[in-house]
């Protein structure tokens, strides 16, 4: 599928992901360092005691010294420790968080282009149609509510309203029992995450297919005698799909920030929730780490993005 | 035929039908027959991680409340805060001058590893938490040769190195062991709160085992393998932000045997309105065990209005108060200032007695606490049931509107404290209703405008300690059932009043006389002097006392045995599940 040019030009993204992370890292090493207030100062924890914590964890060091160790630490995949959850390594914590944050992400991406993409073609092909209409207002209010909403009417609806539906276990699935993988206890918050982003995806790809449907190629496919599903799919969707994927990038962006928000109404132990966890507790080294977390999903999440291009349209080459 | 694109979309919505059908499955549990259940595991949340297990370093109620259900001291405190013998055979008692405490050791006690428990590990525990220097190191600082030790600036397997290798600068003087199981404590003077120091679960009196430490002396206590310790249960898993699960050690050296035989404790919620809600779907058997008693008043409220929740909640007092600390000294450290001072005489302590009296501390527990999760304030700073809780009533805490704008009159009026700003840390919201309700007080009975400074926790707590507040919010919660805990850590010159780590800047010779004299006595005579200097400060008016602060728990009705103190929960092996 990929071709030299290809493997050559996934070598070079990778390695600018990788100085990215390190950029990033680095700039909110520096920044996080200029805030007042730290994680090991307390009531009972001050004076001498806490000049002497401070010495074990190094943070007594001049910063530059802490940086250098901090970089050294990073290319060898170190995060460092925990200063709340005192000498617990973050990297095996952010890894875990990385890849709960990813699932739901994927999750979410599914519906955000299975839902999308479904209400756009529907609509495109009953065009000025009940349904039509009906699929549009659904993307207008899907895409005017932000995700927040969307999950606390979710939770009313399926958590209270519902509450004989469903045995009241869904409350059970808010805190996250563990299961990580279980459909069950994803699609909700996937669904609040993807859904505004579904949105946009069906008016664009509604506005992509009827352009599409009217190109001359189109109509030979027809009077060829082809079915109409797969003229639709095979001819239709496929190139009413390049838009689509332009705007995926910066959907997978917001659907992977937007999981700080819906992370933290579920109870999701992903690295959303540990980002505001970290920040409200001043575990520096986390907050580090949750955002070296982040660069690297985003980076890696839009590499393949562009990847898919490839996929969908054999004519673009790297 | 149906369109492709109504084929997904019928695929999508039964997809949808199918993952609720999911998730509809499981259910809760009902009354219990008296019978054990055959299932002997306890779940319950805690709302946040706790950060460490390691007694030379702990220092969060979370950490204390886990650690003492799998490690012990030589002594502990019980279910109505005695101290009784742990891994000693008795409590001992201090030698004629008060200098020399010996402690015989059980013979039959063994860690959750096997390895045979003596005195020499005594020793490794208490120099190596004072060589760590952690937030409870103090409690050892009356033994001979503390001080040599506090200033170790080794960590790690360095100072692990130095602690095999008995260096003297990581050996306090002052403890030794004649034999395997006896050691002996020598203070440098007499102290009569050390027993109640070393009491305290989970800190630097407790016992650790040297050869589980060796090879990793910073995250022994996250690792299974290395997390040892002699009490009724051991680490048998652990992930960092997910889940951690005790099991009860079989054959276990102590009593009561623990019927319990494993404690899931989930870490990844940290929200206490959701824990309740996973506790009332049948997740949780308790909710509010492991330092996480300060459960949401509107949750609370409603459950009380249950009819089948509301026996499940227990309220129980907590030994933390909250007051107003005033600004007391102005120097070169302490920039404040303001019209509150010691040097301020009779006229700025009846401005501080006006501020005191203007606010209605009833009216506060009700407003801020919806009179449940708090109490007035009413027998000084010293919440009930602790020692040195007064008989009579603070007369600070009483209200008085009339007094209160008599006093300001007659010592300059508004203007004597114009400008004022009243600050505190927002995180915890009850802080924020009662600096609300502090300024309505004081504007409404004193006509006085004090402006609200909300300021991050952990600054917060810095800028109090160097006393660059006129007002602030301020609040102790209790270590050990001892006055000295409260004495020695919030006022006066030995805890470095007026410049150092101290919120009010309070201290004057009688008091730091006095309290030397009550420190150095054993508790019974000690009880007159620290009454004393509780009333030294209610004479210089020294704080607005506000609440006591009570613990909510949520306790099945099949869970027996679960509970608390005012201190900590019960232990974990008196707890069992009924058949539900």
Known sequence: ?318 | MAPTSFRILKTLALSAVASLAVVACGGGGGGGNGNLASDQTLNFPILGDFGTLDPATADAETDQEIQQNFQDGLVRFDANLNIVPDLATAVPSASSDGLTYTFNLRKDVTFSNGDTFTSKDVLFSWNRAAAYQGAYATNLSAIQGYDTVAKNKKAGKDLEALLEANDPSVTMGGLTAPDPYTVQVKLSQPAGWFMTAIALSGSTGWIVDQKAIKNDPDNWWSNPATAIGTGPFKMVSYTPKQSVEFDAVANWWGSPKPTLTKVKIDISVTNASTAITKYEQGGYDIVGYGGYSNLPVADILRIKNTSNESAQLLLHPKVRSYWVSFNMVHDASRQAGGPFLLSGGDKAKNLRLAFALAVDKNALVQTVCQGIVCTPATGGLIPPTLIGHMDSVDPLSKFDAAQAKTLLQQNGGASAVAGLKYAYDPENPLNVATAQFLQAQWQQNLGVHVDLLPVAHSPFIKARLKGDYVLSRDGWQADYNHPQDWFDNLWGTKLGCPDAGCSTGYTTKAYDDLQAKADAEPLDQAKADYAKLNQMLIDDVVYIPLYYSVGAFLIKPYVKGAGTNSFFDNFWNGISIQSH
Do not use: C
């Not at chain 1, 520096?30 to 002497?52: C, N, V």
């Not at chain 1, 895409?143 to 519902?162: D, E, H, K, Q, R």
């Open chain 1, 1 to 318: 599928m990929f071709t030299r040019g290809t493997l050559i030009y996934i070598g070079q993204r990778l390695v600018l992901i990788v100085l990215a992370v390190l950029g990033v890292s680095s700039l909110v090493f520096l920044g996080i360092h200029r805030l007042p207030g730290d994680a090991l100062f307390s009531e009972h924890l001050h004076g001498d005691q806490y000049q002497q914590t401070l010495h074990h964890y190094g943070l007594d060091r001049p910063l530059w010294v802490q940086y250098v160790n901090f970089l050294a630490g990073m290319i060898h995949g170190d995060l460092g420790e925990s200063l709340v959850n005192r000498g617990v390594p973050i990297t095996p914590i952010v890894l875990r968080e990385m890849s709960v944050s990813a699932e739901i992400g994927l999750v979410a991406l599914i519906f955000t282009v299975g839902i999308g993409m479904t209400f756009g073609v529907v609509a495109a092909i009953r065009q000025n149609t009940w349904m039509d209409y009906v699929l549009s207002t659904t993307s207008v209010i899907g895409y005017s509510m932000p995700n927040f909403v969307i999950a606390t009417f979710l939770i009313l609806v399926f958590g209270i309203w519902l509450d004989n539906f469903t045995q009241g276990t869904f409350y059970f699935q808010i805190g996250w029992p563990g299961r990580y993988g279980s459909i069950g206890a994803i699609w909700l918050p996937a669904f609040a995450l993807g859904f505004p982003y579904a949105s946009i995806v069906a008016r664009l790809t509604r506005a992509s297919m009827l352009e599409v449907i009217r190109q001359d190629y189109i109509r030979t496919a027809r009077a060829k005698g082809l079915r109409e599903a797969v003229i639709m799919v095979r001819h239709g969707l496929r190139n009413a799909l390049i838009p689509v994927i332009t705007i995926l990038g910066p959907l997978v962006i917001g659907i992977i920030t937007g999981g700080v928000v819906i992370e933290n109404i579920f109870g999701i132990p992903g690295l959303g929730k540990e980002f505001a966890n970290s920040i409200l507790n001043r575990d520096y080294n986390i907050v580090i780490g949750v955002f070296t977390g982040y660069a690297a999903l985003v980076g890696l999440a839009n590499l393949g993005v562009d990847l898919l291009y490839v996929v969908i349209d054999p004519r673009i080459r790297y």
